[in-house]
């Protein structure tokens, strides 16, 4: 069965400094994968998907970048993050293939960032 | 158009009542329909989807009714319990984007005990 991490779990940093959150699939290969941010009481931000290795779409202008070293990891990252950046930031993943319904996202736990 | 409008923006029920949060489209595209639960703190987990070629899917408490020529789709939980307070997000998919879901903008539903 599909599974997917996030880390760390709750992240507490300073404006200025810089970010890197991981996510992780297991069990599937080729995925598509997303980086969402939700903010408190709001819905889902969609910031970047990405169809394969070093290919990255980006939904939404910002502060934030993503990267796709390995075909199931998926790297959000600030080299400066600002105020605004707090939030929840979730990973999903979705098959290509149609095996688990290409049009069905499944969500990691999430990452709690604070920025102070 | 694609946004999905999402009401009500909280829903308050008893314990065995019914709960139903309705969503409305534009985009003629989307060909599937999922419904996801959140619980504070946790990622959405997805509850529920329907396909446009029904009217009606039913998996347990949980119905989703879809009428295809007023484009919309509803969620009903029936016997509604404590346990499914969180918020509830529909979402809608159009098939050949591999880039992503459309999210309503979620409706946090509170079940009184």
């Known amino acids: 069965s599909q599974t997917i991490h996030q880390w760390p779990a709750t992240l507490v940093q300073p404006v200025g400094s810089p970010l890197s959150l991981e996510c992780t699939v297991e069990g599937t290969s080729n995925p598509n994968l997303y980086w969402y941010r939700q903010a408190a009481g709001r819905g889902l931000q969609l910031l970047f998907y990405?169809?394969?290795?070093?290919?990255i779409s980006s939904e939404v202008p910002q502060n934030l970048s993503a990267s796709r070293p390995q075909d199931r990891q998926f790297i959000l990252s600030s080299k400066k993050l600002l105020l605004s950046d707090s939030g929840f930031y979730l990973c999903?993943?979705?098959?290509?293939?149609?095996?688990?319904?290409?049009?069905?996202?499944?969500f990691g736990p999430g990452t709690r960032l604070t920025v102070l | 158009q694609q946004q999905v409008k999402q009401s009500p923006q909280s829903l308050i029920v008893q314990k065995g009542g019914i709960s139903i949060i309705n969503c409305a489209y534009e985009n003629t595209a989307f060909d599937y329909f999922p419904w996801y639960q959140q619980f504070p703190g946790k990622g959405p987990a997805l509850l529920i989807a329907?396909?446009?070629?029904?009217s009606e899917k039913k998996e347990g408490r949980f119905t989703i009714s879809f009428n295809k020529s007023a484009k919309q789709f509803s969620l009903h939980i029936m016997d509604s319990q404590p346990g499914d307070s969180a918020t509830y997000f529909c979402a809608a998919f159009a098939s050949g984007s591999a880039r992503q879901l459309t999210f309503g903008s979620g409706t946090q539903l509170t079940v009184l005990p």
């Open positions: 990405s169809v394969g290795i070093g290919q």
């Open positions: 999903a993943w979705s098959d290509q293939y149609g095996r688990a319904g290409s049009d069905t996202q499944y």
């Open positions: 329907i396909r446009p070629d029904v």
